[in-house]
């Protein structure tokens, strides 16, 4: 749901899944083979104060440069799509200044972007300072260094784009949990409709032609879920039919474009997508098809829009840029990543999913329930561990609302008023210094009480897992909604098949998973 940045419990580490090499530097795919047979952040003092016992952290001055202007955008750029690549940008950033906090340029630069300079914090323990609303501001950060134009969202700037200061900001997203709560009961049942829907696409396809792309399927079966849950409208039965995921593709590409790598050619795409933004007037009319949907299905909720002092035509912009946007890029993205990392995890935790997931439905009368849900801690873990490894909104941003000291593992930095910060979450939360085998995925990582206190650490939703959120803050109005959608994938994909057979190669958002085998459940 709506988060600020960018594209939705018991827990103690005992598994450790292989160390498998991402195929995600490559077009290459490659197969997996699995079988069952076989409270509130408490702003930072003027100066560090180390606690007794601590060594006090060393005040010094934030390393790196900007460079020439233009130039120096426009090579960190190069760097950071093409000569390098994204995680390997930073991590050379690091070892070049031997800190996780410096200056540098964040994409897309010129001549979308007017101020690419930013302050990156690339450790677990800076990072957080992004939440802190008493310390920095969100006003229209939502994709970073530049916004794309509300010709896209139509004419609002919708409530991502919205610092907390400002009024509206706690109307929209004052609806956006009326909504939540409102069509609570409807979700896990169209969940298990929408789904089944997607599995039997897939045995089908599989039977047929050996493989199915998981992709496709999820894309259809996201965004029919999310209509039928929150507006109780199945979109093949209107005038949309099956559009909505394609007309929505297109439309997010001409709000990210600027920051994404489709794989063209290195100076067409440099010249299409990063150097200057697409006009919005080649997506009206698809826009304005969504829209008409999203107007005709939602009137309930714009009743309660209107008595919140938000017109009916704002309030369906941002009920849309909430499903489409935020739910349904938040699923596009996370949930092919999160099968890829079960996919990985092997036999072991595959076989004590199914063994606890079908256990847990078992003992609650043979029906999924919440109650049921939690019983499965390993599965609850699992998510968490996926939601760690890999959060599905990597980038997050806040500019500096007056002089801060922000404190790495290793030293203490001044930034000042005004200034830009940035913050890459993967490796916020793959900081050695917090997680053991921080870069494997461990499945049983969160179970137990020792397990539990690492929540903390998982960021994914804009905000600490530990926290929720508020019309203060800018953690994702649908948090809870994110991960219980995401609970329901493994519980359905677990209660339906012991093993599955997956090629894992590379998209602009993330993973492109094939399935090609589906073992029924056996026991």
């Given at each position: 749901m709506a988060s600020s940045s960018l594209p939705f419990t018991s827990l103690h580490p005992q598994f450790v899944?292989?160390?498998?090499?991402?195929?995600?530097t490559r077009l290459s795919s490659r197969r997996i083979r699995a079988s069952v047979s076989e409270k509130p952040p408490v702003p930072a003092p003027a100066v560090a104060v180390p606690a007794k016992g601590e060594t006090k952290l060393p005040l010094k001055k934030i390393p790196g440069n900007y460079g020439v202007p233009i130039v120096g955008p426009f090579k960190d750029r190069l760097d950071y799509f093409y000569n390098q690549g994204r995680d390997e940008f930073f991590k050379s950033k690091i070892q070049k200044y031997n800190s996780t906090v410096f200056r540098t340029n964040m994409p897309p630069g010129p001549f979308i972007s007017q101020d690419p300079k930013v302050v990156a914090l690339l450790d677990g323990k800076s990072f957080p300072v992004l939440f802190d609303v008493t310390k920095v501001e969100k006003k229209d950060l939502f994709t970073g260094t530049y916004m794309p134009s509300t010709d896209l969202t139509g004419g609002y700037r919708i409530l991502s784009y919205l610092d907390p200061s400002e009024p509206k900001h706690a109307r929209l997203k004052q609806l956006l949990f009326f909504l939540l709560k409102s069509r609570r009961d409807h979700v896990i049942p169209e969940f298990q409709a929408s789904y089944n829907e997607l599995f039997e696409t897939l045995e089908k396809e599989v039977a047929e032609k050996g493989k199915s792309s998981f992709q496709t399927a999820n894309d259809q079966a996201g965004f029919n879920f999310l209509c039928r849950a929150f507006f109780g409208s199945n979109p093949p039965d209107t005038k949309l039919g099956t559009d909505g995921p394609s007309l929505i593709s297109k439309w997010v590409l001409f709000q990210l474009g600027p920051v994404l790598k489709l794989g063209l050619p290195k100076y067409v795409e440099e010249l299409l997508i990063h150097t200057f933004p697409l006009p919005p007037a080649l997506v009206k009319k698809d826009y304005q098809r969504l829209y008409d949907f999203f107007y005709e299905s939602s009137g309930s909720i714009q009743d309660e829009a209107e008595k919140l002092g938000i017109s009916r035509e704002e309030a369906c912009h941002n009920l849309l840029f909430a499903t489409c946007f935020n739910s349904f890029g938040g699923m596009k993205i996370f949930f092919p990543n999160m099968l890829k990392w079960i996919g990985r995890a092997g036999i072991k935790l595959h076989n004590r999913l199914a063994t606890e997931i079908r256990s847990a439905i078992r003992s609650n009368g043979g029906k999924l329930t919440m109650a049921a849900m939690e019983q499965m801690p390993l599965m609850k873990s699992v998510v968490y561990e996926a939601l760690r490894i890999e959060p599905p909104v990597p980038l997050q941003y806040g500019r500096a609302k007056k002089d801060i000291v922000i404190e790495s593992h290793d030293a203490v930095f001044q930034v000042k008023q005004g200034e830009m910060l940035f913050g890459f979450q993967p490796f916020a939360t793959k900081d050695p210094k917090i997680f053991e085998r921080a870069e494997e995925?461990?499945?049983?990582?969160?179970?137990?009480?020792?397990?539990?206190?690492?929540?903390?650490?998982?960021?994914?939703?804009?905000?600490?897992?530990?926290?929720?959120?508020?019309?203060?803050?800018?953690?994702?109005?649908?948090?809870?909604?994110?991960?219980?959608?995401?609970?329901?994938?493994?519980?359905?994909?677990?209660?339906?098949?012991?093993?599955?057979?997956?090629?894992?190669?590379?998209?602009?958002?993330g993973a492109a998973v094939t399935v090609t085998s589906l073992k029924r459940a056996s026991f």
């Open positions: 899944s292989p160390n498998t090499k991402s195929s995600t995925f461990v499945g049983e990582r969160f179970m137990g009480e020792e397990g539990e206190k690492l929540l903390k650490h998982v960021l994914w939703s804009n905000g600490p897992e530990t926290q929720q959120p508020t019309l203060g803050n800018k953690q994702c109005a649908g948090k809870d909604f994110v991960v219980l959608m995401s609970r329901l994938l493994v519980v359905e994909l677990f209660g339906r098949y012991d093993s599955f057979d997956i090629e894992v190669g590379k998209s602009a958002l």
